[in-house]
């Protein structure tokens, strides 16, 4: 991140860090959770199934169509049961 310039505005310089955590974690499986935890995962699989459906025909139109409920996991169905203060997350 040496050649970073500096001036940049907030969102540039976030992009610039998002990247970088992309480069940097490539191949350890971790993309995922950064997408979730910075509440970008909707955005940038959408636009990733845009760019691969142009060129990968056979791909059903489910893919890379990421729906609010899948950014949780569900809850195990027997901590729900037996916790009656305990919901399973929306959608599950």
């Known amino acids: ?6 001036g940049l505005s907030q969102s540039q310089f976030r992009k610039e860090i998002y990247h970088e955590e992309r ?6 499986n971790h993309r995922w959770f950064q ?4 509440d970008r ?5 959408t636009e990733n199934g845009n760019q691969q459906n142009k060129y990968q025909k056979w791909l059903p139109s489910s893919s890379y169509n990421i729906q609010e409920y899948k950014l949780l996991f569900p809850m195990p169905t027997h901590n729900v ?7 399973q997350n929306p959608g599950w």
Request: net charge negative.
């Open 23 to 28: 480069v940097e974690n490539a191949f350890e």
């Open 81 to 87: 049961d037996i916790n009656d203060n305990l919901e």
């Open 35 to 38: 997408l979730v935890r910075t």
């Open 41 to 45: 995962a909707i955005q940038v699989m």
């Open 1 to 6: 991140m040496s050649n970073i310039q500096s």
